[in-house]
């Protein structure tokens, strides 16, 4: 499974590229907002550390406007993946930029007919938002087994991308589940690394090892 970092911090984005783990980056309107930088210019440096796909989202409704602002957002470096709205003109939109070679991230999907809508349109990438479809009470990993079963029935090639990742235990069931990509904020890719037995484990054999007085 491919990771993401859903973050537009620079600092997060190199500490989680320099691990060698890090696959891709996305990014959405708000995240840009919480970063403070200007949303060109941040998305060029992102993708300037990042090889991999870098998810832009245009933030216009309709189809020209949105053919418009990818245009720009595809300019900027050559793994930027557009991110468009599940809406028709976002479909539309997707359609019109794959069939041209632009990677498309489909992005605000809560229902497998909708994921079905995007892949029949080429999507690169269909982000269902899993920690959104839990908050109202419906079942977010359930929408995952959904998409996979409808993709794998008709060899859809578009990537499920598990999005609006809350806790590591969301990593584990998009595996368990066979998800192509997870996009999490850093610091839920950080507590990937945690157990308590690991620490409690590195502990005593540091005092054992202190004990025997020697050095490497
Ligand atoms: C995905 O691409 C989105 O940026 C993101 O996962 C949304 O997550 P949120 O529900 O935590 O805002």
Redesign the pocket.
């Known amino acids: 499974m491919k990771f993401f970092a859903?973050t537009a911090e620079i600092a997060d984005i190199r500490e989680l590229a320099d691990t060698g783990l890090l696959d891709g980056v996305?990014?959405?309107p708000?995240?840009i907002h919480k970063s403070g930088r200007d949303f060109i210019e941040v998305t060029r440096e992102i993708a300037g550390i990042c090889p991999g796909p870098v998810?832009a989202e245009v933030v216009a409704l309709d189809f020209d406007g949105m053919m418009r602002e990818a245009e720009i957002l595809r300019k900027i470096a050559d793994n930027i993946a557009v991110?468009v709205p599940l809406t028709p003109a976002g479909l539309k939109t997707c359609k019109a930029l794959t069939d041209d070679g632009t990677m498309v991230?489909v992005?605000l999907c809560f229902s497998a007919v909708q994921a079905l809508l995007a892949a029949k349109a080429g999507a690169t990438f269909i982000?269902p938002?899993v920690?959104?479809h839990d908050d109202i009470g419906f079942d977010g990993m359930g929408l995952i087994a959904d998409i996979r079963t409808i993709y794998d029935n008709y060899d859809f090639r578009t990537e499920i991308?598990v999005?609006?990742?809350?806790h590591p235990v969301h990593v584990l069931e998009a595996a368990r589940l066979g998800a192509d990509v997870m996009?999490?904020?850093p610091k839920i890719i950080h507590q990937l690394y945690k157990h308590p037995l690991t620490e409690r484990g590195i502990a005593g054999f540091l005092k054992d090892w202190e004990a025997t007085g020697q050095k490497i």
Do not use: E
């Open positions: 859903d996305t990014t959405n708000s995240l998810s991110k991230n992005t982000s938002f920690g959104r991308l999005a609006s990742v809350r996009t999490a904020p």
